[in-house]
């Protein structure tokens, strides 16, 4: 475990030195993890994407609809480059095992836009990739001007959300991005996961430090383009506790720093990850229902109203997601989709079973004991 959670400077670097060892084992665990995705791929059909879905969601202070749509590229360069990824991503699994061209990617989102017939605004549009929206070597220049050009001719359209790592958020992207999309909210959403560079290097490996996400946040703010901040709950190596501490502190210095909206995103157990080789040796349980909607409606409370706080969870209620016992999890889902949808926390306030006694116990005593075993000094 990394230990009781700790925001001071000097914490960061005494983990960082004291730890450098375990990150290179990590490194190793995420290469390995890699191969396996890799020789997993399917020969797949280029021209469709891998996935596509309509559901309700906030637009700004309406409640319309929102397709997204996870277009099929080569693959996040990340996780391809030698870093080789984040700790709890498969999203390699949905990239093509061949070249995929600008014209395939252009089929791809068209195939997805059909899904759009029929619907009145408002409307939302989610653009994903397994890596970065903005990254030329995932998708064309060529063919994400088109998509932009596509949305920004669609009246229903009242916003746009495209996901990258904060280094392709770029003066000239972000130019083209608004001229593309007139005067729609337009949103990056980047995956900030923790306000704690050593969290994010340490059980991430996310590859990129505080100062280079606020750095993109600025550049999108002076292009009036917004940013969406996807907060990781429970990282591998971090306690009950210590996670809901990071995500709610970092839901509150995300909003300082300026972002426009707050997706909350608990981890799943993703397969060929490092997170499913420690949950199949039983040394990581995806996070307590409970400790969301603690961090939700805590947050609702201390958090500008005017940045939305969502959460969509994956797996909620199954073993791989984040669940409770298993007999409330439905109605805590169903609280955690409306306080989504409408921001309003009363949704959160009435949820009751008898397994809060049982979070209660491992806030207190699994981050006690891994506290004292960390801090006990060696006989």
């Not at 990394?2 to 995420?30: F, K, M, P």
């Not at 971090?238 to 909350?264: F, H, K, N, P, Y």
């Not at 961090?295 to 909620?316: E, M, S, T, Y």
């Not at 073993?319 to 926390?345: K, Y």
Request: aromatic content about 6%; charged content about 25%; some cysteine.
């Amino acid at each position: 475990m990394v230990g009781q959670y700790r925001s001071d400077t000097r914490w960061d670097e005494q983990v960082d030195e004291e730890y450098q060892a375990i990150h290179e084992g990590i490194l190793l665990s995420l290469r390995r993890a890699r191969g396996t995705s890799l020789s997993k791929r399917k020969h797949v059909d280029t021209k469709k994407p891998a996935a596509k879905w309509i559901s309700d969601a906030r637009i700004r202070s309406d409640v319309g609809k929102a397709l997204s749509v996870v277009l099929r590229t080569i693959g996040c360069s990340y996780a391809l480059g030698r870093s080789s990824g984040c700790t709890m991503c498969s999203y390699l699994l949905d990239g093509s095992d061949q070249p995929v061209s600008p014209d395939d990617v252009i089929a791809q989102f068209e195939s997805a836009r059909v899904s759009l017939k029929g619907l009145d605004g408002p409307l939302s549009v989610k653009i994903y990739t397994s890596g970065s929206f903005l990254d030329t070597t995932e998708v064309p220049m060529d063919a994400r001007m088109d998509i932009l050009r596509t949305l920004g001719s669609d009246p229903r359209v009242r916003e746009v959300v495209l996901e990258s790592r904060p280094s392709f958020v770029t003066e000239e992207s972000m130019k083209q991005a608004r001229e593309a999309l007139g005067d729609r909210h337009v949103e990056i959403g980047m995956g900030l996961e923790s306000i704690s560079d050593t969290v994010r290097r340490m059980c991430i490996n996310k590859g990129f430090t505080l100062k280079e996400f606020s750095d993109a946040v600025k550049v999108a703010m002076s292009h009036n383009i917004g940013t969406r901040a996807y907060v990781l709950l429970k990282p591998p190596f971090l306690t009950e506790r210590d996670s809901l501490l990071d995500s709610a502190r970092t839901i509150q210095e995300a909003a300082r720093m300026g972002v426009t909206t707050v997706s909350v995103n608990p981890v799943d157990v993703q397969r060929h990850t490092l997170v499913e080789d420690l949950w199949s040796a039983g040394a990581y349980r995806p996070p307590w229902l409970w400790t969301l909607v603690e961090i939700l409606g805590r947050c609702r409370h201390n958090v500008n109203k005017d940045i939305p706080i969502v959460c969509d969870p994956v797996a909620a209620g199954k073993a791989r997601g984040v669940h409770n016992c298993g007999v409330c999890d439905a109605a805590f889902v169903e609280a955690i989709r409306a306080f989504s949808l409408d921001q309003d926390p009363r949704h959160l306030e009435n949820l009751s079973c008898s397994c809060k006694s049982i979070w209660e116990h491992v806030l207190e005593h699994e981050d006690l004991s891994t506290h004292v075993h960390l801090e006990t000094p060696s006989r």
